[in-house]
């Protein structure tokens, strides 16, 4: 993954355009201090604010539009650059028990052991992405030589990715989350 291409755009309209400008500025800002984005969130995060505080200050003279959310751009920007992009808010979501995705177009969770087809559309080149920036987390690597690979994710996530052309037609993820709670002894 580089720090310098953000994943192909999946935000249509003026707001995609804003997160993509400002998802470079946080990503190169990055770059230059030398941060570790995926071992050091809380900086990423105070970069973030600050490009983002920085686009607001500008608004006010009616160059670029507002943010209309601070917060939740602020959000994005550190899913897009520390952790796992769009599916961050699931892994975040302590209701959501498995994620997985047989297809960019078709990504699926699973909450109170129901399946649900999720509104999130990704490109291939995002779930490509998703997959190496997963992948290094944990220190492990897929290639032909080895099409499929279970991983533990930082959080204790357990993944497992099966690479393009052994899956039907794209590469296959799944992520079954770690239960936040303890079994209590009988």
């Not at 995926?38 to 539009?65: C, F, K, M, N, W």
């Not at 944990?138 to 990715?161: K, Q, T």
Request: charged content about 25%; hydrophobic content about 40%.
């Amino acid at each position: 993954m580089s720090l310098t291409q953000p994943a192909a755009r999946r935000t249509p309209g003026a707001h995609g355009e804003l997160v993509e400008r400002l998802d470079l500025q946080v990503r190169e800002l990055v770059r230059r201090e030398g941060v570790d984005p995926q071992h050091d969130p809380l900086l990423v995060r105070r970069i973030a604010e600050g490009v983002v505080r920085d686009h607001d200050e500008r608004s006010l003279t009616g160059v670029v539009a507002a943010v209309p959310d601070v917060g939740a751009m602020v959000g994005e920007l550190v899913a897009r650059v520390s952790g796992f992009g769009p599916l961050q808010p699931f892994l975040d979501d302590p209701t959501v028990e498995e994620v997985w995705i047989n297809d960019p177009s078709r990504v699926f969770i699973a909450r109170n052991g129901r399946h649900e087809l999720t509104t999130l559309v990704l490109t291939r080149a995002q779930v490509e992405e998703l997959i190496e920036r997963m992948l290094k987390s944990s220190g492990r690597r897929i290639d032909l030589s080895s099409p499929f690979v279970d991983a533990m994710l930082p959080e204790g996530h357990r993944l497992h990715v099966v690479l393009e052309g052994i899956s039907r037609g794209f590469s296959a993820v799944n992520i079954r989350k770690s239960a936040d709670t303890a079994l209590h002894p009988l």
